[in-house]
């Protein structure tokens, strides 16, 4: 089949809308399956910048000017914003979609590395079969509840972590010391508990007063003020999509009371949960 205008070739694609309120700055995961043959020219997306988890079959993207990178199940792909690229298509391929804003240095920490603006350009790594399984079975629920919304969206999380763990070029540019990364990843896992410092020193195999420290360093805030900014974008994001109340909010990112969670809430917008409802 020859190359064809990306407008015309996403017409030949067979796509399933997964999760329209998954966590932020994720906002749409879909599962998409391309017929073999298929080849689309240069294009770019304009504002996406996609997560793409090959769950089955092989595929060539190819960014211009670059050599191509051929993709099969367990591999992830980074698209970021206008980035030029190309994609032709071995054998049958089922690939995960997960679109986002793009994630901040600032705010998401070692994510932004992979799947921020920090990164340019077309970046490809493996994930191990473990973290594909997990995220096949999340794909196995059919059930469009809370719960699935959720759970797909850290098991998306998971593997995007683990992508970035695998490649640390970009981020090694921006943060020498991996124990920063360690410090994020473990947090970024853990977002549904009360978490505590002496928690992600352990996880990451330091002391309580040295984690902090890093913080300090490399992001001008302390682990709890991270940990507080990120549950709340998530928060404001569950309750802004319309289908979470302030109560399962609460318990999803591991709060003791929805009490409790309506006045960490007030404290950091100003106004109750139940304002925006």
């Known amino acids: 089949m020859q190359q064809q205008p990306y407008p015309l070739a996403i017409k030949n694609v067979a796509l399933e809308i997964l999760s329209q309120a998954p966590l932020y700055p994720m906002y749409r995961i879909t599962r998409c399956t391309y017929p073999a043959g298929l080849q689309s020219m240069f294009h770019s997306l304009q504002r996406d910048f996609i997560a793409c988890i090959i769950l089955s079959g092989k595929i060539c993207f190819q ?3 670059k050599a191509p990178l051929w993709c099969t199940r367990g591999s992830t792909l980074s698209i970021p914003n206008q980035c030029t690229y190309r994609w032709a298509i071995n054998e049958d391929t089922t690939i995960l979609h997960i679109h986002h804003k793009g994630y901040e240095l600032r705010n998401h920490g070692i994510l932004s590395s992979l799947f921020g603006e920090i990164n340019r350009h077309l970046k490809l790594t493996k994930i191990k079969e473990n973290y594909i399984d997990d995220l096949s079975q ?15 969206s850290l098991a998306c999380l998971q593997v995007m972590v683990q992508a970035v763990k695998n490649i640390r070029t970009n981020w090694d540019k921006y943060h020498t010391c991996p124990l920063i990364s360690n410090c994020l990843a473990y947090i970024e896992s853990n977002l549904d508990r009360n978490i505590k410092i002496k928690d992600i020193a352990k996880a990451a195999h330091s002391s309580p007063t040295k984690v902090f420290q890093l913080f300090q360093q490399e992001l001008e805030l302390s682990p709890l003020q991270y940990i507080t900014k990120r549950k709340t974008q998530i928060a404001h994001h569950l309750l802004t999509s319309g289908r979470h109340n302030a109560t399962e909010v609460a318990k999803l990112l591991g709060f003791n009371s929805p009490s409790y969670f309506s006045r960490f809430f007030k404290k950091n917008f100003g106004h109750k949960p139940s304002d925006i409802l």
């Open 63 to 65: 960014e211009q000017q």
């Open 138 to 152: 999340q794909l196995g629920d059919s059930n469009n509840s809370l719960i699935k919304d959720l759970d797909l």
